[in-house]
């Protein structure tokens, strides 16, 4: 039977009285495995407690309109298992997951202060799925995303109150470089990396208008399908990330073609490219308007033009100290908001926000 929640009732983590509180509870649910541990080795608390959940590895994910069943299933079984020690606060990585922990915490009666981080959608939904998943997002005190152009996209979307959704940019350490004195691809070449939104079909045509300009693009088989490769471009598929970022390294540029002009994705290769001290040439897109700022660490063209993307492609590989100047702007500004710092910072401010009656220790 389903049990509606009391809005009256306090969360778990503002049960106990602050002086009683010896240990925190977080529990920390991803899509994929293995599980979303980073937040645990990152973050430290000698005095929490954590609980991690993703679903087991199963052929059903390779198809589409079964990775919620077995998803929905797993969620079901790991709520069951939280509902015997509530924790006092809930990570969530992947709004698929965040959904079906917030439907079935509330099936449940679990009262819990829910983050729902990494809340980005590739495609939104629509029809039932979209009412389901607006009422269910109702329930989770604080959502995180990586661009503006989100915050308000979801507002609208899913009805989600606009305070309820904050911004934090795509954080991480500078990449691991495999084998980084020894390139992967032999001599000078612009790079692309990444599959998902992206306009392939856009970067192929433009490579075919600027043949002195050697290409390396590191995607999914997929994203060339019915394409035809020039010669001077080399495909790279299905490579460890260490062998992707070398090709990133000893690029001269990174390219990022966007399948549209307000597509927030393409946050995980941008930060990469300025960590490692890339110009960077993109899609004029709002969803990634935080990360590139036009002259100084990129220059931006209008989606869908390979006139325009050759162009700008011909002006970078011209222009080697420019690309050079604006890759240490991309670098520094990496190092003050895009570090793994920045992310801990912001973890920590959320868990003292959402569980203040936590024992204080060294690393809040």
């Given at each position: 039977m389903r049990q509606e929640l009391n809005p009256e009732a306090p969360l778990n983590g503002a049960a106990a009285?602050?002086?009683a509180r010896q240990t925190l509870e977080i529990a920390c649910g991803s899509l994929n495995p293995p599980p979303w541990r980073w937040l645990a080795d990152?973050?430290?608390?000698?005095f929490a407690h954590w609980t991690f959940f993703s679903p087991p590895a199963t052929g059903l994910l390779s198809k589409v309109r079964r990775i919620d069943l077995h998803l929905m299933n797993a969620v079901r079984l790991w709520m069951a298992q939280l509902r015997k020690r509530p924790p006092d606060l809930l990570f969530t990585h992947d709004p698929r997951v965040s959904f079906w922990c917030a439907t079935f915490a509330?099936?449940?009666g679990i009262r819990v202060a829910h983050?729902?981080?990494?809340?980005n959608f590739v495609k939104l939904p629509t029809g039932f799925r979209r009412r389901w998943m607006s009422r269910a997002f109702q329930d989770i005190q604080r959502f995180v995303v990586y661009s503006t152009m989100e915050q308000q996209l979801y507002s609208e979307w899913f009805?989600?109150?606009l305070e309820k959704i904050h911004l934090q940019l795509w954080g991480v350490g500078v990449p691991d470089v495999a084998h980084r004195e020894t390139p992967t691809v032999a001599g000078r070449y612009a790079c692309a990396l990444g599959g998902n939104a992206r306009d392939y079909g856009a970067l192929i045509a433009a490579a075919a208008l600027t043949?002195?300009?050697p290409l390396v693009l590191v995607c999914r088989p997929h994203n060339l399908e019915g394409l035809n490769v020039p010669d001077h471009v080399r495909v790279l598929t299905n490579i460890p990330f260490g062998e992707a970022m070398n090709v990133l390294y000893h690029?001269?540029?990174m390219i990022l073609p966007l399948a549209g002009a307000q597509v927030p994705c393409g946050h995980v290769t941008l930060v990469a490219a300025m960590h490692l001290g890339k110009a960077l040439l993109a899609t004029q897109s709002t969803g990634i308007a935080d990360y590139v700022f036009e002259g100084r660490n990129g220059v931006t063209c209008t989606p869908s033009d390979p006139q325009a993307l050759a162009a700008a492609m011909g002006k970078l590989w011209g222009d080697a100290p420019r690309c050079a100047a604006m890759g240490e702007e991309g670098r520094r500004f990496a190092a003050e908001h895009c570090s793994e710092e920045a992310v801990r910072g912001h973890l920590r401010a959320i868990i003292k926000e959402f569980a203040p009656g936590a024992r204080a220790g060294p690393h809040i």
């Open positions: 009285p602050q002086a990152s973050l430290g608390l000698p509330r099936r449940r983050v729902a981080y990494s809340f009805g989600i109150p043949p002195h300009v690029s001269q540029f």
